[in-house]
């Protein structure tokens, strides 16, 4: 797929998800309070928006959580970028009725993991309906810019089914992706299409 703009990902920094709540599946649109970034959370954005200073990047798009509302805040001043928009389809996959629970619980309600592409957790989304937005979200992007390069600044299952779907992937070869721990981590940058 052609793009008319070059487009880089990153995934917010560490939170106590990745620490003490390991387990622990996130709230949505926020866990209540909200879930901002641990101490080595700034540290790896800090990181991120060094390496992200030779990019000339134009636009900054987050999801409005507050983990990736800091960790677009902290590129923003790094970048000396005024402007940051946010945009819910951004938002991280809303596991409905198991936000706050196990993730254990959570995958129990699916036989296999590859019925969760289409099938919703109740009051929550499948795969593909996060897929939906994120990618709707992309193609408005792409009719309302060219030759721009655009930040997205999101989270991991998002970002992974953006990049997987950019590159082709099939829901076999994003299962595998995502169960080898080969997905985007924690304040990695992605290149979607440079």
């Given at each position: 797929?052609?793009?008319?703009?070059?487009?880089?990902?990153?995934?917010?920094?560490?939170?106590?998800?990745?620490?003490?709540?390991?387990?622990?599946?996130?709230?949505?649109?926020?866990?209540?309070?909200?879930?901002?970034?641990?101490?080595?959370?700034?540290?790896?954005?800090?990181e991120a928006a060094k390496?992200?200073?030779?990019?000339?990047?134009?636009?900054?798009?987050?999801?409005?959580?507050?983990?990736?509302?800091?960790?677009?805040?902290?590129?923003?001043?790094?970048?000396?970028?005024?402007?940051?928009?946010?945009?819910?389809?951004?938002?991280?996959?809303?596991?409905?009725?198991?936000?706050?629970?196990?993730?254990?619980?959570?995958?129990?309600?699916?036989?296999?993991?590859?019925?969760?592409?289409?099938?919703?957790?109740?009051?929550?989304?499948?795969?593909?309906?996060?897929?939906?937005?994120?990618?709707?979200?992309?193609?408005?992007?792409?009719?309302?810019?060219?030759?721009?390069?655009?930040?997205?600044?999101?989270?991991?299952?998002?970002?992974?089914?953006?990049?997987?779907?950019?590159?082709?992937?099939?829901?076999?070869?994003?299962?595998?992706?995502?169960f080898t721990g080969n997905?985007?981590?924690?304040?990695?940058?992605?290149?979607?299409?440079?």
């Open positions: 797929m052609e793009l008319k703009n070059k487009y880089i990902l990153l995934r917010h920094g560490q939170t106590i998800h990745q620490t003490q709540k390991k387990n622990i599946v996130y709230g949505w649109p926020d866990d209540n309070p909200p879930c901002g970034l641990t101490k080595k959370g700034r540290e790896q954005i800090k390496k992200l200073k030779n990019e000339k990047i134009d636009l900054i798009f987050s999801s409005d959580a507050l983990r990736t509302k800091e960790t677009a805040e902290i590129v923003a001043k790094e970048l000396g970028l005024a402007t940051i928009n946010y945009d819910a389809r951004l938002r991280d996959i809303n596991w409905g009725i198991y936000q706050g629970k196990t993730k254990f619980e959570a995958w129990a309600y699916y036989k296999n993991p590859q019925s969760k592409f289409k099938k919703a957790p109740p009051q929550g989304e499948s795969w593909n309906d996060c897929l939906k937005r994120v990618t709707d979200f992309l193609k408005e992007l792409e009719q309302k810019y060219s030759g721009k390069t655009i930040l997205i600044v999101s989270h991991g299952d998002p970002l992974w089914l953006l990049e997987g779907w950019f590159q082709g992937k099939t829901q076999k070869q994003l299962l595998l992706q995502k997905t985007i981590k924690t304040g990695e940058i992605r290149k979607l299409n440079l």
